[in-house]
């Protein structure tokens, strides 16, 4: 906790505060950009919003990447059309893919503090990282998505279970999605979670977080020529 408390808390000047609010909302914008990048295997629908999540964490400090993704939420809860298939209003917030997009700010701040909590121990991990470096930060990456992917699956089950034309059609969905990646299984639940969450993390980790890692010290540096302190 206190070095949760270290990592969260530090001085800024009024200079670095405006910055960092600005990219804040940069990352926003960002990240409802991304939602609107989708690419489909089969029935399996797949965006890129988890790389703006990620990216916000390894660039932000952890109180602005959390304020980063809670100032996307609020967009869409206004109603504006930031969400996947440009969609917006609170529906969105309260719907079968809600849990996921509630834990956007979490995982954000979660991997925000992991990864300086690591760069502690490899003071080049953010802004130069090594191979080494990187496969932690994957494995990093994996940690702070767990509550997005928990919430995730239990609000779409939530909904997925419910005897209703929505519930039936999740369900079905889930079915052929399992079936077609040879996943299929008699268990409703096993089925689901397939369907809600294992058939997304490949992509999510080997492309949207693996980018970001990549791209994530080209602009911490970029930063750093504007005179910010960084990470």
Same mark, same amino acid.
């Given at each position: 906790?206190? $070095?949760? #408390?270290? $990592? ?6 009024? =200079?670095?505060?405006? !910055?960092? &609010? ?9 990240? !409802?950009?991304?939602? #609107? ?5 089969? @029935?399996? @629908?797949?965006?890129? #919003? ?11 400090? /952890? =109180?602005?990447?959390?304020?980063? *993704? ?10 504006? +059309?930031?969400?996947? %298939?440009?969609? %917006?209003? +609170? ?13 956007? /700010? ?16 490899? +003071?080049?991990?953010?802004?130069? @990282?090594?191979? =080494? ?12 998505? !767990? ?7 239990l609000v779409f089950c939530f909904y997925a279970l419910q005897p209703t034309v929505l519930g039936e059609r999740l369900a079905e969905w889930s079915g052929t999605v399992a079936a077609v990646i040879g996943l299929g299984s008699s268990n409703t639940l096993l089925t689901l979670f397939v369907a809600s969450v294992l058939v997304?993390? /490949? ?6 977080? &693996? ?5 994530? +010290? ?7 020529? *504007?005179?910010?302190?960084? @990470?």
């Open positions: 906790m206190r $070095l949760l #408390q270290e $990592l969260c808390v530090s001085g800024e000047s009024r =200079r670095e505060k405006l !910055a960092y &609010l600005t990219l804040s909302s940069l990352f926003a914008a960002l990240t !409802a950009i991304s939602a #609107q990048v989708e690419f489909r295997l089969g @029935p399996v @629908p797949y965006t890129m #919003q988890n790389f703006t999540v990620m990216l916000a964490a390894l660039v932000l400090r /952890p =109180r602005y990447a959390a304020l980063s *993704q809670l100032t996307y939420l609020a967009m869409a809860a206004a109603g504006m +059309p930031v969400a996947a %298939g440009f969609r %917006g209003g +609170p529906e969105v917030l309260v719907g079968y893919t809600a849990g996921y997009l509630w834990m956007f /700010p979490v995982s954000s701040l979660l991997m925000s503090c992991l990864s300086r909590a690591y760069a502690k121990h490899s +003071p080049n991990a953010l802004l130069n @990282p090594s191979l =080494r470096d990187k496969v932690v930060l994957l494995l990093l990456s994996l940690v702070a998505a !767990a509550p997005l992917y928990a919430v995730g699956f997304f993390v /490949p992509q999510d980790l080997l492309v949207d977080h &693996l980018l970001a890692i990549t791209i994530a +010290p080209r602009v911490l540096r970029l930063m750093e020529d *504007q005179g910010l302190e960084v @990470p």
